[in-house]
């Protein structure tokens, strides 16, 4: 939505010298309609992720793109919601006849509430509560639910050398899920950790570990709950402030009960992937 306004104000301007006075009166209420937009409770933003798809051979077979809308409305300086529609283009496989397809894969509605802040308190700590719904049934299928509730603590704080230190712990709980299936995940209990150098205002290298800790049906005790950690490393710029960007390479690396230390063919599995994020105001 800005980079319209953008180019519709360029517009404005190179017709200005033949424009009435009306021209130049509507290409103010434009600019004037748009900040106040972007100092509104209300904000938006788009994102791109895009993913390269492996064979079992390590050979690229195709991408994956998964594109996202944010939506949100701020409440409060503490609390605001945020809706997030979740689209996902998937190329194919080159190996074999497998075609293109477009999936509306997901629609979050989320609250997030600012608990501590690192100005006051030295940190900054928000807690959140999300449901995920996954409308269309061949996601439902692949997937085995329909939708789930998450619950999220973070922590974050930033230091003065340039490292900002952030932890995100879930907990997820899936509904109408077919119990039949013995290998089911009827939860999970998940942990981000990511650790970020700003080199610049513009350029940071970061590093992030995903571990996740499955609950399924066919698990009968604790010392069998499969887990698994992906282990990612990224360089990230920011063009602007409305425009930022990064590219990224990461796996799993560990797989708990595969008698392995770091999961096979770790290197040669590895998916490189770039994204472009877009604030619309």
Do not use: C
Request: net charge negative; aromatic share 10%.
């Amino acid at each position: 939505m800005k980079i319209t306004s953008l180019l519709l104000l360029s517009v404005f301007s190179a017709s200005a010298f033949a424009a009435t006075s009306s021209t130049t009166t509507s290409t103010t209420s434009s600019a004037s309609w748009y900040d106040t937009l972007k100092e509104s409770p209300f904000k938006a933003s788009v994102l791109t992720s895009n993913v390269t798809k492996k064979d079992g051979e390590a050979n690229i077979v195709g991408v994956k793109s998964a594109n996202y809308l944010y939506t949100g409305y701020k409440l409060s300086s503490k609390g605001k919601i945020d809706l997030e529609n979740k689209v996902v283009w998937d190329s194919g496989d080159s190996n074999s006849d497998t075609p293109a397809s477009t999936t509306w894969e997901r629609a979050a509605l989320s609250y997030n509430h600012s608990i501590l802040t690192q100005d006051k308190q030295g940190v900054n700590l928000k807690a959140g509560l999300e449901y995920r719904l996954y409308p269309e049934t061949t996601v439902q299928e692949a997937i085995n639910y329909t939708s789930h509730a998450r619950a999220s603590v973070a922590l974050s704080k930033s230091f003065s050398n340039g490292i900002d230190l952030v932890g995100t712990a879930y907990y997820i709980d899936k509904f109408n899920v077919d119990s039949a299936r013995a290998d089911t995940t009827t939860a999970l209990w998940e942990l981000v950790t990511t650790q970020t150098y700003n080199i610049s205002d513009k350029l940071n290298v970061y590093m992030y570990q995903d571990t996740v800790a499955l609950n399924k049906n066919n698990v009968t005790s604790g010392s069998e709950v499969p887990i698994m950690m992906d282990l990612n490393l990224g360089v990230g710029y920011v063009f602007n402030k409305m425009v930022s960007g990064d590219i990224e390479v990461g796996n799993t690396m560990l797989t708990s009960n595969d008698g392995q230390v770091i999961t096979e063919n770790f290197l040669d599995q590895v998916a490189f992937a770039a994204e472009l994020y877009i604030s619309l105001f």
